[in-house]
């Protein structure tokens, strides 16, 4: 039960990245699926509130960083009455390995969930050098 | 209290703004409204105003055919149930964090609620239900009749 709690909390970061951030806001770890397919590996990340405007894919190396952008709720005349959940910044990076098609990565926001889909590339083909006599 | 963040703002430029951070973040310490992160599902703001109050919570990924928000006079009930992708053949996970299952949550709104005014929204995976104050509530003079 204990570590049910502990699962259900969410982390707080300063980013995996190892750079100061420009945006004074707090940011927190999307909590993420990862499974592969016959063709693929598919990361599916939690991450309210950010919409396809607000999230950031990059591919550097062999780290695939994502970065979602939240607005702070604020209501006019309105003041917090219980407060359970504190609205931030999402980030959070992966190293990707070298069997994934960089060319192809897709990613679709829908409803607060991002879904990036890694295609794995095609076996390399073993080529067969023939060897000149000279 | 006095975590790493606190120390941390004296490095920062934008001092302003890290203030009013800190600022409001001491308002809420003081005000006694602690967050309980994380021991329901789904997470609950309550915002109050004089002409109602709002409701936001985290749900991402639910269609919102299924969430179920009933509210009887100041009780405001969500429920509902949060479905796990189903795999196919040969697929595996590799890392699974979030999750899944079926949630109820009832809250005490400090007033009356007028039902049928109540309206919710669904957007980018977080619910906000905005209830208006019922007109009937207001403040009752109960005369006592002497003998």
């Known amino acids: 039960m204990a570590d049910e709690k502990k699962e259900l909390q969410r982390k707080e970061t300063r980013g995996s990245v190892e750079t100061e951030r420009t945006r004074n806001r707090r940011v927190y770890v999307p909590k993420t699926d990862i499974y592969e397919t016959k063709d693929a590996i598919v990361l599916v990340a939690d ?5 396809e405007k607000s999230v ?8 695939l960083t994502i970065t979602g952008v939240v607005e702070p709720e604020t209501y006019k005349d309105h003041s917090i009455a219980y407060y359970e959940y504190d609205s931030g910044d999402y980030q959070r990076a992966f190293t990707i390995s070298d069997e994934v098609d960089r060319e ?3 990613a679709s926001v829908s409803q607060g969930v991002l879904r990036v889909t890694l295609p794995k590339a095609e ?3 073993a080529k067969k050098i023939s060897i000149k006599t000279g | 209290m006095f975590g790493p963040r606190f120390w941390r703002f004296w490095r920062m430029i934008d001092l302003g703004a890290e203030m009013q951070r800190l600022q409001s973040e ?23 105003g004089k002409a109602d109050a709002i409701v936001t919570a985290e749900l991402p990924g639910i269609d919102p055919k299924k969430i179920d928000i009933s509210v009887v006079a100041d009780t405001l009930t969500l429920s509902g ?8 053949e040969g697929e595996t996970y590799h890392r699974q964090e979030r999750s899944y299952g079926s949630y109820t ?17 669904y957007e980018k995976g977080v619910l906000r239900i905005t209830l208006p104050r019922s007109e009937e509530v207001k403040p009752k003079k109960i005369s006592i009749k002497s003998e």
């Open chain 1, 47 to 51: 991450m309210p509130g950010v919409d």
């Open chain 1, 56 to 63: 950031d894919i990059t591919l550097e190396k062999n780290v």
């Open chain 1, 104 to 106: 192809k990565i897709e």
């Open chain 1, 123 to 125: 076996p390399v083909k």
């Open chain 2, 26 to 48: 001491m308002n809420r310490l003081f005000s006694g409204y602690i967050p309980a992160h994380g021991h329901e599902f789904p997470a609950i703001n309550v915002w109050v």
């Open chain 2, 81 to 88: 149930s949060r479905e796990k992708d189903v795999l196919k």
């Open chain 2, 105 to 121: 949550r009832t809250l005490q709104i400090p007033f009356e609620v007028d039902v049928s005014k109540v309206d919710a929204k």
